[in-house]
Every structure is written in structure tokens, then in C-alpha cells.
């Protein structure tokens, strides 16, 4: 059982570059979210799908965007990378959204931007 | 949704109990309480949760006082593989998480 699974697991850009982060589960939650995590620092959300078809921002959503494909998979993109996205990206699911389901945690995209 | 401080750090010995506060004093009727731990370089692993009651799982136990202003994760028997970064988060009627800095606990041989 995969759970939360996320490709690449590192990748490095230059400036200026775009780049797509994937994110699929299998558990048949309903709900996903975009974390990324700066050193030293708790996970703050970027992006989430409360259900499929629907996204919304979360605290710091500005250089990103996201596309809910289907019910599984949940992707990140990076349109114009600048060096202060540097930072280890994690997605997750939950069953709901509404009624307070933990969430699941995939193991992360360390994503260097020189 | 209400805010949680937790103590930087704290260590325990392997085999005892590791006890985590948490306060949350302006938590809400409607708040859970959720804990979830980070080993090293790994995503955010759920651990448990609770509303009013005390909770037990197999992983750990939840005690929120019966004021709701604080709680604490109970670790019975800690193992060197539970040291980590635990997280005390209070959530609302949606799933938004929001982490903070998290109690650094080391568990020494």
C-alpha cells in the first residue's frame, strides 16, 4: 500500500525554469493539499482540492499553480522558479476536507533553485 | 483557528514514558486537537487526535484537559526510533493544519 506518493523525490532548477511537481494517492481520498517546508520551519499550505474539480490558495500561494487531474493525482507547478522557492515540497490527502480527517503525508520533493 | 505553544525541546529515556504538552488556551468548542511527529527528512506522519475526550491508539495516548486548554502526548514506552519533531495542531470545521516549530524530542539510549 504506496499511500501518498510523490515524483521527483529531488530535482534542481535554474532561475527562470518551470517545472511540474506530481502527487497521486491511492487510498481514495477525496481531498488534497500542497505543503512546502523552509528549514527549520513548520509545513506551511500553498494550494488544496477539497474534492476533485475544485482548488483553492492557502497561506502562501503566490508563484504557484495547481491542476486536480483526476480523484488520485494532484499536481504542483512551479511557472518561473526564483531561488526562494527553495524548499522541500509535500502533498498529502485526507478522506474529507469537512469533517476534520487526518491527513497523509507523501515523503517529500527537495527542490534546489540555483 | 486557535494557537497551540509547545515547548522547543525535551528528552526521555528509552523504555519510559514520554509525556508532550501542548497549550491551547483559546481553542474553540468546535477545535480538535491533533498531534502528527516528523522523523528526520520524512513527510509529517498523523499520530492521533481528539476532541473532548481522552483518546488511546496504538501509537500513543491524548489527554486534553477538561477545560481544553491543554493537552499532552503520552509516548509509553519511548523507542530510539521515536525520536522526532511532534507537532500540536488545532484545527476547525475544515482540515486546514497549521504546523508550528513543533517540540524537538530526543530519546536517549
Known amino acids: 500500500n504506496a499511500g501518498v506518493t510523490q515524483t521527483p523525490k529531488f530535482q534542481v532548477l535554474k532561475t527562470g525554469q518551470s517545472m511540474t511537481l506530481q502527487c497521486a494517492q491511492d487510498m481514495n481520498h477525496n481531498s488534497m493539499y500542497w505543503y512546502r517546508q523552509d528549514p527549520g520551519m513548520g509545513l506551511r499550505l500553498i494550494y488544496y482540492s477539497a474534492s476533485e474539480g475544485t482548488t483553492d490558495k492557502g497561506e502562501v500561494p503566490n508563484g504557484y499553480n495547481v491542476s486536480r487531474l483526476n480523484k488520485r493525482e494532484f499536481s504542483l507547478r512551479l511557472e518561473s522558479a526564483a531561488p526562494s522557492q527553495t524548499s522541500v515540497y509535500f502533498c498529502?490527502?485526507?478522506?474529507?476536507?469537512?469533517?476534520?480527517?487526518?491527513?497523509?503525508f507523501g515523503d517529500g520533493t527537495r527542490l534546489s533553485i540555483l | 483557528d486557535a494557537k497551540t505553544t509547545q515547548p522547543p525541546s525535551m528528552d526521555c529515556a528509552e523504555g519510559r514514558a514520554a509525556n508532550l504538552p501542548c497549550n491551547h488556551s483559546t481553542i474553540s468548542g468546535n477545535e480538535y486537537v491533533y498531534w502528527y511527529r516528523q522523523i528526520h527528512s520524512q513527510g509529517p506522519q498523523y499520530i492521533i487526535h481528539?476532541?473532548?475526550n481522552n483518546e488511546t491508539n496504538e501509537m500513543a495516548s491524548l489527554i486534553i484537559t477538561e477545560d481544553r486548554k491543554s493537552s499532552t502526548l503520552i509516548l509509553p514506552h519511548a523507542t530510539l526510533r521515536d525520536t522526532a519533531v511532534y507537532y500540536c495542531i488545532v484545527t476547525g470545521a475544515n482540515s486546514k493544519l497549521t504546523f508550528g516549530k513543533g517540540i524537538t524530542l530526543s530519546v536517549r539510549p
Open positions: 481528539g476532541l473532548k
Open positions: 498529502a490527502s485526507s478522506n474529507s476536507f469537512y469533517s476534520n480527517q487526518p491527513q497523509h
